[in-house]
Each structure stands twice: as structure tokens, then as C-alpha cells.
């Protein structure tokens, strides 16, 4: 059965913002692009299964056209795989909108999951719909993250490194006795990285790296591994005259 290109397209641009938004460690967006393409993926399975889609500027209630398109006579099983990843995303979706009031509520292992299961889904979906748009899903190519401790301090990106060690994540006094600095400094440093969503803190009231912290902590790790390998420059250390 045909399927309408725009809808193919769009299903892929949205797993692409979702792919953007785990790497920006912005879990909340991570449900909202995946319910979103949820509801672009069921119109697809609409498409395959009764020949025509729900117009996108028409409202669908997700929940009972996936129960319904699981009972088509029409539905090839290995699509009804697909219809349930599709409900397992928006059930935890919903959970999560209905009990998550703060960021740091939405589970990493949550959205990591819904990543996969949607991903997953949509490639089973496009073997049926659109076999030619599979290399496209494959070799979607995501921007670098804009991460926001590009101007990070020293002192940041000391703590970002010291915290790339310890993935479970430490102690605030500990974190200051490693980094030699002082315990108000540090932890005045680490809640500045948290308001930036850099580091978070876990249910053990440990301070660890999100996903853009530990972005960004590699990224430091580079950089130092760079300098220290690279010859010295000419009068690089010399005291400036004048």
C-alpha cells in the first residue's frame, strides 16, 4: 500500500529531534517529539492498513485508533509489534506528564528507552512503507549540541572533569577535596552546572553528569589529551613584555 511521502518525511524529522533532544540531555522534549511521533507513525499504520490516514490537522485519539487498528483484519502481524511499541511510548509518556513536575523527575533510563523503542518501531514501519526512506532513518546526522558551558569557567570545567570519573556520580565535599577548593566554591559551582543542566542531581544525592555534561567533560578531555601531545610552541610560556 502507498504511503504518502509527506507522512514518511515528517515520521523521520520527528526520530531526528528526538535523537537531538537525548543528546541535549532534555528528557521532557525526548517525550513530547516521541508522542509526536507517535502520532505521525499511527497515521502511517493507517496508510498500510485500511488504505487511507487521518488528515495532520485533524485531531486522533492515539489510544483507541491503536486498539483498533490491532484488531483490522487487514493487519500484517509484524506490524502489531509496532502498534505496541507505539503504546508502550504513549503510556509512559502520559505517566510521565501526569507525575513529572521537575526535570530531574524524568528518569534517564525512561527516555533512553522510549529512544530505542521509537526508533526500533519506526524502522520496522518504514521496512512496509517505505523501504527506499530506511538508509535515510539510518544516517540521520544531528548537529553537534549547542552545549551551554561553552564559556565554562575553570573551575567548571575542572569539577565537569572530575565528575567524568566518578559516572555514578559524588559527593560535594568530596568533589572539593579532589578539585583542592573550597566547599562553598564548589557547591555554588555545581548547582550554576545544574541550573544549566549540566550536572543533575540523583536519587542518592549525588551530583552527576547529564547527557550534555558528559558531552561536554569529553570534550575537555580532548582538549587537554590535545595539548598535552602537541610540541610546544615558541615563547608560548614567555612572560608578555612591557
Known amino acids: 500500500m502507498k504511503v504518502d511521502s509527506t507522512l514518511v518525511d515528517k515520521l523521520i524529522d520527528r526520530v531526528k529531534r ?8 532534555n528528557s521532557q522534549e525526548v517525550l513530547l517529539e516521541a508522542g509526536k511521533a507517535v502520532e505521525v507513525g499511527t497515521r502511517v499504520l493507517q496508510s498500510l492498513i485500511k488504505g487511507r490516514h487521518t488528515p495532520l490537522n485533524t485531531s486522533l485519539k492515539i489510544s483507541k485508533e491503536l486498539n483498533r487498528l490491532e484488531n483490522h483484519p487487514n493487519l500484517l502481524q509484524k506490524l502489531k509489534a509496532v502498534i505496541n511499541c507505539f503504546k508502550f511510548i504513549s503510556l509512559l509518556r502520559n505517566f510521565k506528564a501526569a507525575h513529572a513536575t521537575e ?21 520496522r514501519l518504514l521496512e512496509e512503507a517505505a523501504p527506499g526512506k530506511l538508509k535515510e532513518l539510518r544516517n540521520i546526522e544531528l548537529p553537534h549540541p ?16 572530575l565528575l567524568s570519573i566518578y559516572p555514578e556520580g559524588s559527593k560535594a565535599p568530596e568533589i572539593a577535596e579532589k578539585a583542592e577548593v573550597s566547599r562553598s566554591h564548589t557547591y555554588k559551582t555545581l548547582k550554576s552546572l545544574k541550573r544549566r543542566k549540566l550536572v543533575k542531581l540523583t536519587k542518592e544525592k549525588l ?7 558528559y558531552l561536554r567533560a569529553q570534550e575537555i578531555k580532548c582538549k587537554l589529551l590535545e595539548a598535552s601531545t602537541s610540541p610546544a610552541q615558541p615563547n608560548s610560556m614567555a612572560s608578555p613584555k612591557g
Open 207 to 213: 551530583f552527576a553528569l547529564t547527557e550534555s555534561g
Open 18 to 25: 528526538v535523537k537531538a533532544a537525548l543528546i541535549t540531555g
Open 146 to 161: 549547542s552545549i551551554p558551558a561553552a564559556n565554562a569557567t575553570v573551575q567548571e570545567k575542572i569539577l565537569l572533569y
Open 103 to 123: 526535570e530531574s523527575e524524568v528518569q534517564e533510563l525512561d527516555v533512553k528507552a522510549v529512544s530505542a523503542a521509537l526508533e526500533w518501531a519506526v524502522t
